[in-house]
Nanobody, 127 residues
Framework: QVQLQESGGGSVQAGGSLRLSCVVF????????MGWFRQAPGKEREGVAIIYTAGGTYYADSVKGRFTISHDNAKNTLYLQMNSLKPEDTAMYYCAADLFPWTCSDARLNPASFNSWGQGTQVTVSS
């Protein structure tokens, strides 16, 4: 059974940067569909960025130009580089994976399209 483990969260001031990591345990493939999602208190979980490890990235409008999703096949690790952070980016961040994707597009920014999740890492941005 695949397991996902996030790390890299923390507290930063507005304008700062963080890099989140998500290690995939238990399976290795060249063609994942993976994503980063976030959930702020009292709000629904929302998609942040999607990557098809064979090629293709997709971003929510709110993070375009500031966040970059990437994947290291050799390390079986997903990353989210977050720059120019804003207080509204404060949330618990989760990674998700589909090891046998039927598709991988911006449609996968819908959290309901994934069923393998990590436990999350907290990101707090102060003004």
């Amino acid at each position: 059974q695949v397991q996902l483990q996030e790390s890299g969260g923390g507290s930063v001031q507005a304008g700062g940067s963080l890099r989140l990591s998500c290690v995939v345990f238990g399976y290795s493939s060249r063609n994942y569909c993976m994503g980063w999602f976030r959930q702020a208190p009292g709000k629904e979980r929302e998609g942040v960025a999607i990557i098809y490890t064979a090629g293709g990235t997709y971003y929510a409008d709110s993070v375009k130009g500031r966040f970059t999703i990437s994947h290291d096949n050799a390390k079986n690790t997903l990353y989210l580089q977050m720059n120019s952070l804003k207080p509204e980016d404060t949330a618990m961040y989760y990674c998700a994976a589909d090891l046998f994707p039927w598709t991988c597009s911006d449609a996968r920014l819908n959290p309901a399209s994934f069923n393998s999740w990590g436990q999350g890492t907290q990101v707090t941005v102060s003004s």
